[in-house]
T-cell receptor, first 112, second 115 residues
Framework: AQSVSQHNHHVILSEAASLELGCNYS??????LFWYVQYPGQHLQLLLK??????LVKGIKGFEAEFIKSKFSFNLRKPSVQWSDTAEYFCAVREYGNKLVFGAGTILRVKS | NAGVTQTPKFQVLKTGQSMTLQCAQDMNHEYMSWYRQDPGMGLRLIHY???????DQGEVPNGYNVSRSTTEDFPLRLLSAAPSQTSVYFC??????????????FGQGTRLTVV
């Protein structure tokens, strides 16, 4: 079964700093990858997804992620974070069927 | 546009009590699932269903029961609540197809405390 590792559990940044959150999955082949965000007190919302094609995927709110097949990685990036990006971020990989396997999550706090 | 609706939003149970968490979706999605979210562990799959009448176990099924009598509804039953089941529960739904449109939509969550 797939597993997903998110390298940082807590990240604290100042506004306008650049963000990169690491995500690695355990084995290759054809993968469907997702980043979800959970703002305080809210449900999970999709930030972006990768199925095939261009390995650089652009999502909502200025986020992007790069799929690197050789490294089994799908890191999330944003050039300049805002206070409103404070949230928990989850990387997920689709397993057989429609099952999603999630990483442990990264809590991002942006200081204003 | 309701999406995925979960009830209740909050619940406190005593050890040994039973209850049902409700989940309904209005997007005609075949696939529905239940996850629990615990600090530092992300979301873990409890049970899932690929269509009405078909359910299967996920990663952490013990102590939970599900049924899928209609496409819209996928209730999660706690048979005899234990403190270890204190968690936030999320219901999700998606189309069964694995193509680019197969995004999972999540409900608002149910925060359950077992005392």
């Amino acid at each position: 079964a797939q597993s997903v590792s998110q390298h940082n559990h807590h990240v604290i940044l100042s506004e306008a700093a650049s963000l990169e959150l690491g995500c690695n999955y355990s084995y290759g082949g054809t993968v469907n990858l997702f980043w979800y965000v959970q703002y305080p007190g809210q449900h999970l919302q999709l930030l972006l997804k990768y199925f095939s094609g261009d390995p650089l995927v652009k999502g909502i709110k200025g986020f992007e992620a790069e799929f690197i097949k050789s490294k089994f990685s799908f890191n999330l990036r944003k050039p300049s974070v805002q206070w409103s990006d404070t949230a928990e971020y989850f990387c997920a990989v689709r397993e057989y069927g429609n099952k999603l396997v999630f990483g442990a999550g990264t809590i991002l706090r942006v200081k204003s | 546009n309701a999406g995925v609706t979960q009830t209740p939003k909050f619940q406190v149970l005593k050890t040994g009590q039973s209850m049902t968490l409700q989940c309904a979706q209005d997007m005609n999605h075949e696939y529905m699932s239940w996850y629990r979210q615990d600090p530092g562990m992300g979301l873990r799959l409890i049970h899932y269903s690929v269509g009405a009448g078909i359910t299967d176990q996920g990663e952490v099924p013990n102590g939970y029961n599900v049924s899928r009598s209609t496409t819209e509804d996928f209730p999660l039953r706690l048979l005899s609540a234990a403190p270890s089941q204190t968690s936030v529960y999320f219901c999700a739904s998606s189309l069964r197809d694995r193509g680019p449109g197969t995004e999972a939509f999540f409900g608002q969550g149910t925060r359950l405390t077992v005392v």
